[in-house]
């Protein structure tokens, strides 16, 4: 894997093909494994499965297992081919598609999950019918997938513009024509970057200050044991969005404003290739978050051996050791 072209382009990433190649490799093979151990546990856990929180982390891992079982390993061939991996059109609409999909709905998904947490810990009584439940929890979180499914699909499989195949500097994804439009890519940035991160970060810090303040100010006998369960879990998940995808949206807010100068391109590459960073370590963020997942996790991995339990066994008394030895010196004669 020759890093030649990463030298001679100013604009592109200072981290060599070499490099990238082991940077996804590694933390997206630990990811898979994680998603896998944390969704075995939610989806066939009766409990956890029924816990109405529980579901949109369901619907996130999977999509981020799509993305890390379809995207990520294409990703990977690139940083091997390079310039020399021709592909048809169809499979780079495939390709665009899954990983647009996914990565956007990951996104927009817990910003409404950061939404949602609200509902669950302050006002139960939404979610308290079956009615509710559908309209309040499910219908939310379809409307969410078919909007992201439907978008995608239409402005990367039947585009407006003449399409020619232009793959990104950091991951080798084909980029679709129409966010070369104006329109288009303001309204992509807006309503799928920035008003999801600022949602994420505005609602996870007000949901902290409102826990701390229902249960400290307000005194309310609530089930605090369950709160902060649901409050740990948003909110170590929302650091990791805060962290990754903080750099990448500010670099892109510069963009969004013309500031488009070869410094800021170059930050905005290199925060976008760590931005995929969310996919690789959310699974880690949900098992730790849940107690239950994270001591069977400790037992695997520290392969933790039940300890054997000794019954101490009441020994004989003397008139039945007596009475064995007359029988034994009848049974002699």
């Not at 996804?24 to 989806?43: G, K, M, Q, T």
């Not at 091997?80 to 956007?104: K, R």
């Not at 585009?159 to 024509?177: A, R």
């Not at 098992?287 to 400790?298: D, N, T, Y």
């Amino acid at each position: 894997m020759s890093n030649e072209k990463d030298l001679g382009n100013p604009l592109e990433l200072r981290i060599s093909v070499y490099t990238r190649f082991w940077l996804y490799l590694i933390p997206s093979a630990l990811s898979l494994l994680c998603s896998f151990f944390v969704l075995f546990h939610l989806l066939f856990d009766r409990t956890l499965r029924q816990a109405l929180n529980n579901h949109i982390i369901i619907v996130l891992l999977l999509i981020g297992l799509l993305y890390e079982v379809v995207s990520v390993p294409l990703m990977l061939y690139w940083y091997q081919n390079g310039d020399t991996w021709i592909f048809p059109l169809s499979f780079a609409h495939f390709w665009t598609l899954v990983d647009y999909f996914c990565y956007s709905t990951q996104l927009v998904g817990f910003a409404w999950a950061s939404i949602e947490r609200h509902i669950l810990i302050f006002h139960s009584h939404w979610v308290s019918t079956k009615k509710k439940r559908f309209l309040v929890h499910y219908l939310p979180l379809i409307v969410v997938l078919v909007y992201s499914f439907i978008y995608y699909l239409v402005i990367i499989v039947f585009p407006f513009c003449q399409e020619v195949i232009i793959q990104s500097p950091f991951n080798g994804v084909p980029m679709s024509c129409v966010l070369a439009n104006p329109f288009f890519y303001k309204y992509n940035t807006i309503s799928h970057q920035f008003l999801p991160v600022s949602l994420i970060i505005i609602l996870n810090v007000a949901l902290f200050l409102r826990v701390i303040w229902q249960k400290s100010r307000m005194n309310r006998s609530i089930e605090w044991r369950k709160q902060r369960k649901m409050t740990i879990q948003l909110l170590s998940a929302s650091t990791l969005y805060f962290i990754f995808m903080g750099p990448r949206t500010i670099f892109q807010f510069c963009r969004f404003l013309g500031l488009a100068t070869n410094d800021i391109l170059v930050l905005y590459y290199h925060s976008a290739f760590f931005a995929n960073y969310i996919m690789f370590l959310f699974p880690f963020v949900c098992c730790a978050s849940m107690p239950e997942l994270g001591k069977k996790l400790k037992k695997i991995l520290f392969c933790q051996r039940q300890r054997q339990v000794i019954v101490p066994v009441p020994l004989p008394t003397k008139n039945t050791t007596n009475k064995r030895t007359d029988q034994i010196g009848i049974t002699a004669h």
